[in-house]
Nanobody
């Protein structure tokens, strides 16, 4: 059974840090693009960070560049999002995503989300 389970969310003050984890099961993340998205109340889901399996390249939303770092541990089948210098506007539900396209199919998996609240 394919699963993505996020953890590490919580309440943090502005300027603080959190590390989110996304543990995958039922498939191997090494062949997938792994991403973190977020959705704030009343807003659309947006891409926060992505790590592409080939060459370990990463890309980030402009709003988090220099503050967030995405990483993957293929041996643990887990993806992380280190979030530093958190701002009020980072408050959202954060979702993990795994995506892969082959000649015959597209696999697109989502986790259930973890709440991050930045508040003083």
């Amino acid at each position: 059974q394919v699963q993505l389970v996020e953890s590490g969310g919580g309440l943090v003050q502005p300027g603080g840090s959190l590390r989110l984890s996304c543990a995958a099961s039922g498939f191997t993340i090494s062949s997938y693009a792994m991403s973190w998205y977020r959705q704030a109340p009343g807003k659309e889901r947006e891409l926060v960070a992505r790590t592409i399996r080939v060459g370990s390249s990463t890309n980030y939303a402009d709003s988090v560049k220099g503050r967030f770092t995405i990483s993957r541990d293929n041996a643990k089948n887990t993806v992380y999002l280190q979030m530093n210098s958190l701002k009020l506007e980072d408050t959202a539900v954060y979702y993990c995503n795994a995506w892969r396209a082959t000649l015959s199919q597209v696999n697109d998996y989502w986790g259930q989300g973890t709440q991050v609240t930045v508040s003083s």
